[in-house]
């Protein structure tokens, strides 16, 4: 069982404006496919703080974390310059395959701009803010992500 935190990205939801759904959704889905969720967490969108949240879960040896919210074009949307900043190694594929397959779905997925990556022995995945968006491009990616998981801590080869 792989280590998972979801972390959500909104000023709104972490001012009290309004009910974070997309993390809690996101969390309810790793639990149900085998993860144990060890936090979640609600952080303004704020470069600094974002960078530290992730920094921090790399630190602790979270293999899974997911970000949720802060992908879009909003001057204020920052997570993923913020994971740019803490990743050593890029996983586009990942976040290209989300893009893909949410698409068919609808053509506003176009504008996320969400990113993935690997810090130490950490995969970082940032996810649209909206509940339906978080879950449906988790679901896209999550029968695969064991594997990935299992090469970057040493269980198996490429």
Request: aromatic share 4%; with cysteine.
């Amino acid at each position: 069982m792989y280590k998972a935190c979801v972390i959500t990205v909104s000023d709104r939801a972490s001012g009290g404006i309004y009910e974070d759904k997309s993390g809690p959704e996101a969390a309810n889905l790793l639990t149900d496919n085998g993860y144990e969720v060890t936090e979640k967490i609600i952080i303004p969108d704020d470069m600094e703080r974002i960078k530290k949240a992730l920094l921090d879960h790399c630190e602790q040896g979270t293999q899974l974390i997911i970000t949720t919210g802060g992908t879009g074009f909003a001057p204020t949307d920052v997570t993923p310059e913020a994971t740019a900043k803490v990743i050593e190694k890029p996983a586009p594929g990942i976040a290209e395959y989300m893009r893909c397959r949410s698409m068919e779905i609808t053509p506003r997925a176009i504008l996320s701009r969400g990113i993935a990556g690997i810090r130490d022995k950490s995969l970082i995945i940032n996810l649209p803010g909206s509940p339906k968006g978080a879950v449906e491009n988790l679901s896209f990616v999550l029968p695969h992500l064991a594997h990935g998981l299992d090469m970057l801590n040493g269980e198996k080869e490429s």
